[in-house]
């Protein structure tokens, strides 16, 4: 399983997910009625379990996740993950080495990763936190880790996640029908989304193109965080 990371940006800072971003989570959450496509932690006791299986699935080595957090207000706004992790030819250690890998080592680097399990309070939809947290969670994969290919999927109802997947630049792979149980019940089909390691240069500019468009018109980088959400901001990284 990889290390855990810090991933910075100019807008957000993705921090692994970690006890002390509960009070954050409870508050980005609260103006989120429940009904969407993601799982999003309600409450104290959700916001704990959703931190705690985080922590669990990490130790697992089935993945890694982060707070998203505003860089101008220091507020939790949301929460992302790299999840389903691939190794191919069994696990590669950093740096690469000759000799036969017969173990999982900690710091293995997977073949191919999932993004998902992404969402954000509404007040800063619409702006440019969600687009530089794939940004930098795209850089992370490619460029650190060098995988072959970045898989984002989503329930083939949520017409706004995919519309925004598919301005990343990224590939439609189908839609798998019938493929599992949606939050609301219902059987559910999946659109899946890639994005090959050939591809990425062509993306990151693309991605580059928006943030520099967003700013060319003068429109702010993200939507102003509510007071709400301000005590409760992330600890410090030391």
Known sequence: MPAPVILHGRIARLEPLAPHHVPGLIAAAATLD??????????????????????????AGTALAFAIVTVADECVVGATRFTRLDYWQGPLTWPLSAEPVTALPGGAIPDAVEIGNTWLTPAVRGGQVNLESKLLLLAHAFDDWGVRRVTLRADARNQRSRAAIERLGAVSDGVRRAHSRGLDGAVRDTAFYSILHDEWPGVRGRIHEQLAARAMRCA???????????????SPIG
Do not use: D, K
């Open 34 to 59: 429940g009904s969407g496509f993601t799982v999003v932690p309600h409450g104290e006791q959700e916001a704990r379990t959703y931190v705690f299986q985080a922590e669990a699935a990490q130790l």
């Open 220 to 234: 702010p980088l993200m939507p102003a965080v509510p007071e709400s959400l301000r005590p409760l901001a992330s």
